[in-house]
T-cell receptor, first 113, second 114 residues
């Protein structure tokens, strides 16, 4: 069975500071990893994904994520946070052989001016 | 290209009633997945349909059912509603063929059971 853990329910950072939202995963095969963002009363929007290749993946709105196979992690990062980045962030994993995605419980990011 | 469309956006139902939610995927997408989102339980997978067949199913009681039509539109039905069914129900569609593609989500249907 595949699983995703987002160990922090809440992350608070000041505007302009770097941010990290953590994600660890467990799959039986090779993972496909995704980050999504959700704004209030909206669906999830895709940010970035890791399929294969470079461990550092760049995505939308200046976000990036680093895949670490030995630590089974896929942390989301941004060098300089904006107040508009405040939202709920979900990490998801899909086994290359599986059809469905498994999502983490989400991390609420609050960026204060 | 139009996005994933879910209707209705909001619903209020009484305990014991049944409800049907609709999802129209992006044109050309044949995979449709449904999720339940609640503050306490996060995002829970309900089921996935591909070419009118249920391909995966989550751990929900039989009161939750779905189907997919030949045009890839999908419906989800919940019978004998319970207060705990109050949630945001999200539908997501994906392009055919590969597991490495991201999902495209609709804005969701907010169901309130009173």
């Amino acid at each position: 069975a595949q699983s995703v853990a987002q160990p922090e329910d809440q992350v608070n950072v000041a505007e302009g500071n770097p941010l990290t939202v953590k994600c660890t995963y467990s799959v039986s095969g090779n993972p496909y990893l995704f980050w999504y963002v959700q704004y209030p009363n909206r669906g999830l929007q895709f940010l970035l994904k890791y399929i294969t290749g470079d461990n550092l993946v760049k995505g939308s709105y200046g976000f990036e994520a680093e895949f670490n196979k030995s630590q089974t992690s896929f942390h989301l990062k941004k060098p300089s946070a904006l107040v508009s980045d405040s939202a709920l962030y979900f990490c998801a994993v899909r086994d290359t052989n599986a059809g469905k995605s498994t999502f983490g419980d989400g991390t609420t990011l609050t960026v204060k001016p | 290209k139009a996005g994933v469309t879910q209707t209705p956006r909001y619903l209020i139902k009484t305990r014991g009633q049944q409800v049907t939610l609709s999802c129209s995927p992006i044109s050309g997408h044949r995979s449709v997945s449904w999720y339940q989102q609640t503050p306490g339980q996060g995002l829970q997978f309900l089921f996935e349909y591909f070419s009118e067949t249920q391909r995966n199913k989550g751990n929900f009681p039989g009161r939750f059912s779905g189907r997919q039509f030949s045009n890839s539109r999908s419906e989800m039905n919940v019978s004998t509603l319970e207060l705990g069914d109050s949630a945001l129900y999200l539908c997501a569609s994906s392009p055919p063929g590969t597991a490495n593609t991201e999902a495209f989500f609709g804005q969701g249907t907010r169901l309130t059971v009173v």
